[in-house]
């Protein structure tokens, strides 16, 4: 018999007995149901982690200090004594800097899109007659991705260069009890600027006491500096958290803003013990374009001779936690559609008995048993179709369900809402396959006991 | 006739290069040839068929070593008692059951050799089945009741409609194809399963007891047409009938089997 011919029959068959029909296809569609909302509520999780994770810029991030700065876990701290000759203490000594020119080189390795360094320094802020005392953070340009922005009050930074701050919202309750005015106002800086004389113009300083000073101090000098700035928002959370040392800024300005101002930073103060007067970073963050190139790019710094370390294999840590979550709940939720299964086993039995002289007709009139086979497992793939399709919807609805009701809970506690289930293409897809694999495993006896019927007592049963 | 001869008549028949043939006489090939004919004309040929079912430790031969012989386009009314093995035996004739010894050949193909799918191709094209209780399905309207072979058979669908309205008309139910069976009476139910048996265009029908449920004058009408469709389409039929004076009108032949043998063989005038 062809396909078409089949499918009508099944289908037609399937219309007959609506009621039992009907009631074993909800039942396969409430197993891919549960199956979808557990399996999606892995997949969602897991995105909701990844998302957060690579906006949290960890992943797709190198992070890179000079060899003779880096205190790694476990490492032993660079032993700076005159009597130190041994090879490590040499190498440390003469590891390179991580100053202008590495920032450049490292800018311009393949797949790098930024390479920015980690600008904080103490301030005192002016404001409303009072001084406050706290930590400034400069933020790259990336920052802005970072989900951090989310739902703040006001607007990120207008450009990378502008004269704004944003405020971290306990720092800005300091400032006023009702943060939200503070949007659009100024306030004064005060820092530390950091100013490095040249040899030429030390010996060019006519005033005898400031060239002594400078001598002593190879140049460098820390003079202090006032910084107008305009509240452009306030924030939540704290968008710097997170490796390298970045957290715990209150004030915020743009990167290159930060720069600009030349403000005094503890590197200063090794650097000036050092005796070099040049101006290096303690910290590097290089980021690249995707994830996948964090290793390669590592490689090549490692290789420039300057020590990088990433999360790439934490994440890939994490990721086998989700797998085997996603294992987990599949299975869980396959136990519904186990026990469809033995529904469509039991609809198809009796589908049996009572078309008992039917299928007899069908042989008499010269269907091959395998005619019979095909008819009763096209009945219970097209259960298993419909079904899945039924199911994979019923799934999505109680995932999003899953989503508005965890929305509605976290915006009661002032948090933004999350979706924690997701159901992607290739979920729904491999649901509705799996429900017709399983409808036809089930319908594998009952397609079978009905081939092996004996025409002859098949038309002689009433 | 000698097995052995009608081997030789077939090898002669088909040029088939046997010695012993080539050399007889030119009467003794003539000879050999007319009984290849003769037998050819035998379209059905049962030797010593036998059936046996198995009842807890007792074994009941429902046929016990019938030989019959079947001419093409012969009307064959098969007779007896309830139990007398005569629908036994029909099943056995039309490919629905296997004989438990002997040979059934049909159209030179010995029915006991063909495995499951050649028996399901043999029901599909060469035979046609009509039931005493119809067997029309009843979810199904008349005209997809009698397409149901031609979509058993792969026949495509642009033929199909016309197939099924000749079949319908040849019954005389083109006016009631889209009625389910439960909508027809117990004559237009079985003149619809006779559609269907010949919509395959079957070379026989085989009918179980065709009238069984019918009263006398619908009976009467389905063995008119089933003698009108054996006279115009050359048809063989063999019917399975408990009735002899219906038997006695209709067929050209009748058979009467008794504790599953043949009792009495016998052609009608």
New interface residues.
């Given amino acids: 018999m062809k396909l078409r011919d089949l499918s009508d029959l099944a289908v037609r068959n399937l219309r007959e007995a609506i009621l039992r029909n009907s009631l074993t296809t909800v039942g396969v569609a409430v197993g891919v149901a549960s199956l979808v909302a557990m399996v999606s509520l892995g997949v969602g999780l897991q995105l909701l982690a990844s998302q957060r994770l690579t906006k949290s810029g960890l992943f797709d991030a190198v992070f890179v200090t000079s060899r003779r700065d880096f205190r790694g876990p476990g490492g032993a701290a660079p032993r700076r004594n005159a009597g130190q000759q041994s090879g490590q203490a040499a190498q440390s000594e003469n590891a390179k800097p991580l100053d202008e020119d590495a920032r450049a080189a490292l800018a311009k390795l393949p797949d790098v899109n930024e390479v920015y360094p980690q600008v904080r320094f103490l301030t005192e802020v002016h404001f409303g007659g009072n001084t406050y005392t706290t930590n400034v953070l400069g933020l790259p340009q990336s920052s802005r991705g970072s989900g951090a922005f989310d739902g703040m009050t006001g607007a990120y930074f207008s450009s990378p260069m502008v004269n704004e701050a944003i405020l971290q919202v306990e720092f800005a309750k300091d400032l006023s009890p009702n943060p939200k005015e503070l949007v659009g106002k100024d306030m004064v800086l005060r820092y530390g600027e950091r100013k490095a004389a040249s040899a030429e113009e030390i010996a060019n300083e006519k005033d005898i006491d400031k060239q002594m000073d400078e001598m002593l101090t190879g140049g460098v000098t820390i003079v202090p500096r006032e910084k107008k700035l305009r509240i452009a928002g306030i924030i939540e959370s704290d968008p710097s958290a997170g490796v390298g040392g970045f957290g715990g800024g209150r004030v915020f300005l743009p990167l290159g803003t930060a720069e600009q101002l030349h403000p005094a930073q503890p590197s200063d103060v090794q650097e000036l013990v050092r005796g070099s007067g040049k101006q290096s970073y303690t910290a590097l963050t290089v980021k690249v374009k995707s994830p996948k190139d964090v290793l390669k790019v590592e490689a090549a710094i490692k290789k420039m001779g300057f020590t990088a370390f990433s999360l790439l294999d934490a994440a890939q840590g994490l990721r086998l936690v989700f797998r085997v979550f996603d294992i987990f709940l599949a299975l869980f939720g396959s136990l519904a559609l186990a026990v469809a299964s033995l529904g469509i086993i039991n609809t198809l039995v009796m589908a049996i008995l009572e078309r008992r002289r039917e299928i007899g007709v069908f042989k008499a009139l010269g269907a091959t048993d395998s005619d019979v086979k095909r008819l009763f497992f096209a009945e219970a793939g097209a259960m298993g179709l419909f079904g899945g399709v039924l199911g994979v919807a019923l799934g999505w609805f109680i995932g999003q369900a899953l989503n508005w009701g965890t929305t509605i809970y976290l915006r009661r506690q002032e948090l933004p809402g999350v979706n924690i289930s997701s159901v992607p293409w290739w979920l729904a897809l491999l649901a509705i396959l799996f429900s017709v694999l399983v409808s036809l495993a089930a319908g594998l006896y009952p397609a079978a006991r009905a081939a092996q019927l004996n025409p002859v007592e098949a038309l002689r049963y009433e | 006739m000698p097995r052995a001869l009608l081997d030789e008549a077939r090898g002669f028949y088909f040029g088939a290069e046997i010695q012993a043939v080539k050399d007889t006489s030119l009467l003794k090939r003539i000879t050999i040839v007319l009984t290849f004919m003769a037998d050819q004309a035998k379209l059905i040929q049962a030797e010593n068929v036998s059936r046996q079912y198995v009842l807890g430790e007792t074994a009941i031969r429902a046929v016990n070593d019938v030989s019959l012989a079947v001419q093409a386009g012969e009307f064959l009314a098969l007779l007896g008692s309830s139990g007398s093995g005569k629908s036994t035996l029909l099943?056995m004739l039309?490919g629905?059951?296997r004989p438990t010894s002997g040979a059934i050949h049909v159209s030179g193909q010995n029915l006991a050799e063909l495995d499951?799918?050649e028996l399901?191709?043999y029901?599909?094209?060469t035979?046609g089945?009509v039931?005493q209780s119809f067997?029309l399905?009843p979810?199904?309207t008349l005209e997809e009741n009698v397409e149901?072979?031609l979509?058993?058979?792969?026949v495509e669908r642009d033929e199909r409609n016309g197939r099924v309205t000749d079949a319908l008309e040849r019954v005389g139910l083109g006016a009631r194809r889209r009625h389910r069976p439960s909508e027809l009476s117990g004559g237009e139910q079985q003149r619809g399963a006779l559609a269907?048996a010949l919509v395959?265009r079957p070379t026989i029908l085989f009918a179980d007891e065709p009238t069984g449920n019918l009263d006398s004058v619908n009976g009467e009408h389905i063995l008119k047409l089933l003698k009108e469709i054996q006279g115009s389409m050359g048809m063989t039929i063999v019917m399975v009938t408990h009735e002899r004076p219906l038997a006695e009108r209709f067929a050209n032949r009748m058979v009467v089997l008794s504790d599953g043998r043949v009792v009495s063989d016998g052609v009608l005038a």
């Fill in positions: 099943s039309a629905l059951d499951s799918v399901a191709r029901r599909r094209e035979v089945m039931f067997n399905l979810r199904m149901l072979p979509r058993l058979a792969e269907r395959n």
